[in-house]
């Protein structure tokens, strides 16, 4: 059998949120905004414009669109010179054989990202050939947990959606999951993603006979 196996990027194949975390603070301290690791949390797998929203929320501030477009770019200017060095190194315990022991038994792999970034990063990482399809931020008008990411990604495969299985780190990710109707995985930590049909700390307690399974459903 084949499905199609959807995978987030920041949290799930690589810890891009520690970059995003130090490029929002340094917009937030500009500003007078306290911005803790906690604050942190609820930015993962939420766009780019919408974490500043919530950023400046958080601060009380409201700022012109003029000054939001400009931070914006900092911030991104500022991230993208954090993945500057980034290589193989960086990708999370267990990823890579997993995405292996996918390709090898003839299963459809897809990246499932809010991030516009998530090309370049699959690149200098050196797993972008295991993607059959990515769908990232620049794709995609809705953030999860709207599914529209992941149902593109499945579309784009040509499976149903009920054929797709979701890796996710984040909630809004797992919930656009079950709105899609798909197997959604959780990776992390189970008190905060026990929606997830099926929950894992990380790749490397995933193993090959619970993918076999999954494939067989
Ligand atoms: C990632 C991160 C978010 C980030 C978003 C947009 O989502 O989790 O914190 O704000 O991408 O990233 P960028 O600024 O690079 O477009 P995901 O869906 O990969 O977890
Ligand atoms: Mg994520």
């Known amino acids: 059998k084949t499905k199609a196996f959807i995978f987030d990027l920041d949290g ?22 306290e911005f803790t690791p906690e604050h942190n949390e609820g930015l993962k797998g939420v766009s780019r414009v919408r974490s500043l929203d919530l950023i400046l929320e958080l601060g009380k501030i409201e700022a012109s669109q003029e ?4 931070w914006l770019v900092e911030k991104n200017e500022d991230y993208l010179s954090y993945l500057v060095d980034m290589d193989e190194s960086e990708i ?27 090309r370049p990063i ?14 990232d931020g620049n794709d995609v008008s809705n953030a999860k947990p709207d599914p529209e990411v992941f149902l593109r990604a499945a579309a784009l495969l040509n499976m149903a959606p009920e054929n797709a299985i979701v890796f996710e780190d984040s909630v809004a990710g797992i919930q656009a999951a079950n709105i899609a109707h798909m197997t959604s995985v ?28 999954l494939v067989n459903k």
């Open 12 to 33: 799930v194949i690589v810890d891009t949120a520690k970059y995003h975390y130090l490029a929002w603070q340094k917009i937030a301290n500009q500003l007078g905004i």
């Open 92 to 118: 999370l315990i267990g990823v890579v054989p997993v995405l292996h022991y996918l390709k090898e038994n003839k299963q459809l792999i897809a990246l499932g990202s809010a991030s516009k970034n998530a």
């Open 122 to 135: 699959l690149e200098k990482t050196g797993i972008i050939h295991y993607f059959d399809v990515i769908v």
């Open 186 to 213: 959780g990776i992390g930590d189970a008190n905060i993603l026990h929606e997830a049909a099926y929950i894992f700390p990380d790749f490397a307690h995933i193993e090959t006979n619970f993918i076999e399974t």
């Open 67 to 70: 000054n939001k477009d400009k």
